[in-house]
Each structure stands twice: as structure tokens, then as C-alpha cells.
């Protein structure tokens, strides 16, 4: 036998096939296979949580000898950092093949067709090597990338596509056996989709773990609802959805619209994804904190859950690596989405148009995060000394305004009076330059600034309007352009959403 690592290389640089064909046209039966996926895509991320918490694998040692495995990964980290592939997929069986019931399709409202299969979620969880804060990133399922084989399609036809090949080789070739001929293409199409996210994000994949659709149907009920908290009202006729605003535990078929919501939500299903990210989030805060790991019922049915719904890597030592994932249990994991270039209208149907390069600079940046440099000292600013006239007929503002203005390291001038007027200015001299006028303009919240003749050499003039409602009046408020011909500061932009986290429950849109 060959180097594992050169065979998988090799297959990697494999010619690639022609793209598939136009999608059918919408009907009744496609209908409710989006329907479908709506409601599949949270299930990787809510099962396989457990998987990372650690907590079970430490009380139940004895769990690992009921789990599925599949052989897909070649060589895979010896210690060190690991990256880990979570996949969510969509099937009528469970993980070992066999059907779902139909109570089960019945409560979800509906079902994937029989023999369809879906890889509708999939996560790259980041754990550097000292075990410390993990980074999951979320790739959209429509993304478009190059798939061996396939050629360019959305990423989640990796898995079925080349599973469904696969099968029809084995049976040209004159396999019979059903169980092997599902085992071999299922091999194989996780192979694939691997290598696809390989690709795209320039991680290493060390070891691998698919869940069903049975996963988040039990999932819901053994643990007794999660935590899940809206910034206002959901109400949504495709998805179901019906959610007062605030704080809230849901499960069951709430839980299901949750995840599915897509319409009415700004980013569509990139929105969907953070609704996604907040749900794992919430599941793993309520495993970790709400006693589930101490109780015996809750912990025999979230067992089941992993033995009936969970496929992980053959080669995964998964009571080791809960060892090592020490962080993770506390809860500390950030979710992040890749970022996309937008949708395009392709033969494979809409896709997410992605840039590798734009993907593998945004995940190296969240996992090796270059260390920030020394601040250099900022150099002393140039001193200023301001005049201030009051044209505004309020009494003593041209006091309060030079009192502000010695409070922010600026020297009074000349405090008076001047001529009735609307607009507050702050004049320079075109031998000084605007710094200065600006350093006073910002210091009264913004108001603006132009260039005079009338001042002198080293000296500003700050005239007073009866606009003024900057720092130092009665009715200040710290902020808002006051008028003038030059501009004062924009507004500062609103801080960045902290990405979703393990440690608690976001409210979210």
C-alpha cells in the first residue's frame, strides 16, 4: 500500500469534471425538500456540541463503543492543533442506515425523499494546540467552489453527488452488496467534501463528525428546550415561526421554525446561519450549566441521541481529545461565518460567490492572529490658544466654552462678545493650517471650521451662535455638528456584533 497522504494529494489534484446540469424546475416535491433543509441545518451544530463539551465522555467512558465510524481521514494531527469538520446532513435513516420512523418525518412536517441525502451544515471547528479558546466557522451551503469530479458546484453537492457516483460505479462494476456499496460511497463523499473545505479554507481537516436529522429531533426533547433569546417579535408563515421578543426556552417544533426562519431576516440564509450559531450556543450553554450533565435520565437519552445520529472519523480519539479541549468546556468557542462575495445566478442554480484567498486570509487572521504591536507614543499636540466671541445672546457662554476648552488642553484667549449670529465657526489662519481649528472644533462637539484672514498667526477664533448646543451650554449633548463651511467629525460607526459564543445566550434579530 501506497503513502495515505500522497494518495489523498494525488486525488486532490485529480482532472475535474464538467459541472452538473440545470436544477429541475420547481414543483410540489421540491418545494418541500427546501422545506426540508430549513429545518436540517441545525442539527450538526446541536448534537455535536456534546461531542465537544467532554463532560459525557468523562462520566460514560463506555459511550464510544455504540458510535458509528467511517474511515476518512489520513493521517491527522499528532497533538498539536486540530481542526475538526462538523456536517450536518439530511436523510430518511438514521446512522446506521436504518429508516426513520414516520412519527418522527410527521412532527418534523416533512421529509427528505427517499434515497436524497444533504449535506446542509457544515462547520470547521479551529482548537489551538494548547486546548485553549476553540473558533467554529460556518460555511454557507451554497457556496461555490471547484469539487473534484464535479467541477464547480455549491459545496454541500460534494457529499451527494459524489456519493451517488460512486454507487453507480460499485454497480457497474458488479458490487451487489447494498451495505457495502452504501459504506464505500459514503466514504467517498466525505472524502470529498473534505477536500473541498480543505481547499476553500486552507485548514487541514484532522478529524471528522456528520449527524442527522434524528439527532436534532431527539436532541430538543432529552435535554427539555434550550434557551433562546429575540431582540423583537418572530413571526414567519414559510418557517412557522410565531416568538414573542426576550428571553425564552423552546423546543420541539419552535425550535424547528427557529432555526428554519429565513424570510423576513435581512441576510436571508446567512441570517439563518446566525440563528444556527445561537441555537449551538444555547445548547451547549444549557449542558454545560443547568445540571443536564449530572442528570442520570438526561444523560442516558443524550447517549442515545450520539449512538443513533452521530458518524465520527475512525482514527478520532474522542475521550482524549475531551481531555485536551479543556476550554471548550467552559464554553469557550466563538462562530464565526466565512465572508462571500454575494449571489449569483449560475447553471447550478443561486449560488454564494467565495474567494479562497478572501476565506483564507479571514480564517488565518481568527486562528493565528498576529501580535499587536507596541504603541508608538503619540506626539504632543501643537499648542493652541483660542478666542471665543459670544454671538449666541446667551449670557456667559463665551466663559463656559473657554472653561471647556482649557479642560481639553486648549489655551484661552480673548473671551468677549461679538455681533449677533446663527452659525458657530471655528477661523483659522491659512499660514497655521486647520489642525488646530480642528482640535478646538471637536472639543465643542463637532462644530465647523473655515479659514480667515482676519486671524492671527498662532491663535484661533471660535465664534458662538445661537446654534451652538455643544459642550458648555445648557442644553449640551456632547455631539452633533453645529453648521459652519468646513466639516466637522463624522459620527463614530457603531462597534462590531461580537461574534456568537458558547459561554451564554445572544439576543439576536
Avoid at 439527532?215 to 427539555?224: E, H, P, W
Amino acid at each position: 500500500m501506497g503513502d495515505p497522504r500522497r494518495a489523498r494529494d494525488r486525488a486532490r489534484r485529480a482532472p475535474h469534471g464538467h459541472p452538473a446540469g440545470r436544477r429541475p424546475p420547481a414543483g410540489p416535491a421540491t418545494g418541500r425538500r427546501w422545506l426540508y433543509r430549513f429545518q436540517v441545518g441545525v442539527a450538526a451544530m446541536s448534537v455535536l456540541t456534546l461531542l465537544l463539551t467532554g463532560a459525557v465522555w468523562t462520566l460514560f467512558r463506555d459511550v464510544t463503543g455504540g458510535i458509528t465510524t467511517t474511515n476518512v481521514i489520513f493521517g491527522g494531527s499528532a497533538g498539536g492543533e486540530q481542526n475538526i469538520l462538523l456536517v450536518g446532513v439530511d436523510s430518511r435513516t438514521d446512522a446506521q442506515g436504518n429508516p426513520l420512523p414516520d412519527e418522527v418525518l410527521a412532527e418534523l412536517r416533512s421529509g427528505a425523499e427517499e434515497g436524497v441525502l444533504n449535506s446542509d451544515t457544515i462547520i470547521v471547528v479551529h482548537v489551538p494546540a494548547d486546548g485553549g479558546s476553540a473558533t467554529a466557522f460556518s460555511v454557507p451551503r451554497d457556496s461555490e467552489v471547484q469539487i473534484p469530479g464535479l467541477g464547480r458546484n455549491k459545496i454541500n453537492a460534494a457529499y451527494p453527488q459524489t456519493k451517488a457516483q460512486t454507487s453507480a460505479r460499485l454497480v457497474a462494476d458488479g458490487v451487489a452488496d447494498p451495505r457495502r456499496i452504501d459504506e464505500e460511497s459514503s466514504q467517498a463523499g466525505r472524502q470529498a467534501l473534505i477536500g473541498a473545505v480543505q481547499d476553500l479554507t486552507g485548514l487541514g481537516i484532522d478529524h471528522y463528525a456528520e449527524v442527522n436529522l434524528l439527532g436534532f429531533y431527539n436532541l430538543t426533547q432529552a435535554i427539555g428546550g434550550v434557551e433562546v433569546c429575540l431582540k423583537a417579535p418572530a413571526r414567519d408563515a414559510f418557517s412557522g415561526i410565531d416568538l414573542p421578543a426576550g428571553p425564552q426556552t423552546i423546543s420541539g417544533a419552535d425550535a424547528l421554525a427557529f432555526v428554519r426562519q429565513r424570510h423576513g431576516l435581512a441576510g436571508g440564509d446567512l441570517s439563518r446561519i446566525a440563528r444556527q450559531q445561537a441555537f449551538l450556543a444555547a445548547v451547549a450553554n444549557k449542558v454545560l450549566s443547568s445540571g443536564t450533565l449530572t442528570d442520570p435520565t438526561k444523560l442516558s437519552a443524550l447517549i442515545d441521541v450520539v449512538h443513533s445520529s452521530v458518524v465520527l472519523d475512525s482514527g478520532w480519539d474522542i475521550l482524549g481529545f475531551a481531555d485536551e479541549a479543556s476550554q471548550i468546556a467552559a464554553g469557550q468557542m466563538d462562530f464565526l461565518t466565512i465572508p462571500t462575495r454575494g449571489p449569483r445566478d449560475t447553471s447550478n442554480g443561486d449560488v454564494l460567490v467565495v474567494d479562497p484567498h478572501d476565506v483564507q486570509e479571514f480564517v488565518t487572521r481568527h486562528t493565528r492572529p498576529e501580535p499587536e504591536p507596541d504603541p508608538e507614543p503619540a506626539p504632543a499636540p501643537t499648542p493652541v490658544v483660542a478666542d471665543v466671541a459670544n454671538g449666541s445672546g446667551a449670557t456667559g457662554l463665551a466663559a463656559r466654552v473657554a472653561g471647556v476648552l482649557g479642560q481639553n488642553g486648549i489655551t484661552p484667549g480673548e473671551i468677549g462678545n461679538a455681533p449677533d449670529r446663527t452659525t458657530s465657526v471655528v477661523r483659522y489662519s491659512q499660514a497655521d493650517g486647520d489642525a488646530g481649528a480642528r482640535r478646538v472644533a471637536d472639543a465643542l462637539g463637532g462644530i465647523g471650521i473655515e479659514q480667515s484672514d482676519a486671524v492671527g498667526q498662532g491663535r484661533v477664533q471660535v465664534l458662538i451662535g445661537s446654534d451652538y448646543a455643544g459642550a458648555g451650554s445648557s442644553s449640551s449633548t456632547g455631539g452633533g455638528r453645529a453648521g459652519g463651511t468646513g466639516s466637522g467629525p463624522s459620527p463614530a460607526p457603531a462597534p462590531p456584533t461580537p461574534p456568537i459564543s458558547a459561554g451564554g445566550v445572544p439576543c439576536i434579530d
